[in-house]
Antibody, heavy 119, light 112 residues
Framework: DVQLVQSGAEVKKPGESLKISCKAS????????IGWVRQMPGKGLEWMGI????????RYSPSSQGQVTISADKSISTAYLQWSSLKASDTAMYYC????????????WGRGTLVTVSS | QSALTQPASVSGSPGQSITISCTGT?????????VSWYQQHPGKAPKLMIY???NRPSGVSNRFSGSKSGNTASLTISGLQAEDEADYYC????????????FGIGTKVTVL
């Protein structure tokens, strides 16, 4: 079965950088998309962007474009979400999720990485 | 791209049926049969309940069903149970913006 294992919780100060990860296992992921979803405290789900593990296609939401970098190491089936300068407003739970290319629903989800940004 | 419109809350008694609506536009819900629904319990990751408007993944109870009419999709939970109390989010493919998906604002389901 497909599993997505996310990196652990992080506590950072404003201005610091951060890279969190999502490692996929249980299948050949060269035909999968990985998406990153933000959930701010007490709020709903919000797409940040998606990346295709079988190529170079990466798509950002307008609010995430320029604020984060989504990347992947296809050789180890791992996707990343990266900030160069964190803000307090980046405090949230971040989920990764996967879908097979050609599908339009995300059927496997990681448990989430809690990022806390506080001075 | 604004979030899809869902009622903030829906409630029902055990055994009853409830329906959650999800309204979008012809660029998302109305234009494609790619609406999915996710259940999220407090402190847990979302779980796929319905995909492609009407399909249930393996292992999801047949008490959950989906439908669509025009720009509005719906999730119906029949025979409501205490374990169904959770937040529910619709999601649709969209051509209005990247990354080509948009969530609904979420609906809190309360079992009375």
């Amino acid at each position: 079965d497909v599993q997505l294992v996310q990196s652990g919780a992080e506590v950072k100060k404003p201005g610091e950088s951060l890279k969190i990860s999502c490692k996929a296992s249980g299948d050949s992921f060269t035909t999968y998309w990985i998406g990153w979803v933000r959930q701010m405290p007490g709020k709903g789900l919000e797409w940040m962007g998606i990346i295709y593990l079988g190529g170079s296609d990466t798509r950002y939401s307008p609010s995430s474009q320029g604020q984060v970098t989504i990347s992947a190491d296809k050789s180890i089936s791992t996707a990343y979400l990266q900030w160069s300068s964190l803000k307090a407003s980046d405090t949230a739970m971040y989920y990764c999720a996967s879908t097979l290319n050609g599908n339009f629903h995300y059927d496997y989800w990681g448990r989430g990485t809690l990022v806390t940004v506080s001075s | 791209q604004s979030a899809l419109t869902q009622p903030a809350s829906v409630s029902g008694s055990p055994g009853q049926s409830i329906t959650i609506s999800c309204t979008g536009t012809s660029s998302d819900v109305g234009g494609y049969n790619y609406v999915s629904w996710y259940q999220q319990h407090p402190g847990k990751a979302p779980k796929l309940m319905i995909y492609d408007v009407t399909n249930r993944p393996s292992g999801v109870s047949n008490r959950f069903s989906g439908s669509k009419s025009g720009n509005t999709a719906s999730l119906t939970i029949s025979g409501l149970q205490a374990e169904d109390e959770a937040d529910y989010y619709c999601n649709s493919y969209t051509t209005s913006s990247t990354p080509n998906y948009v969530f609904g604002i979420g609906t809190k389901v309360t079992v009375l």
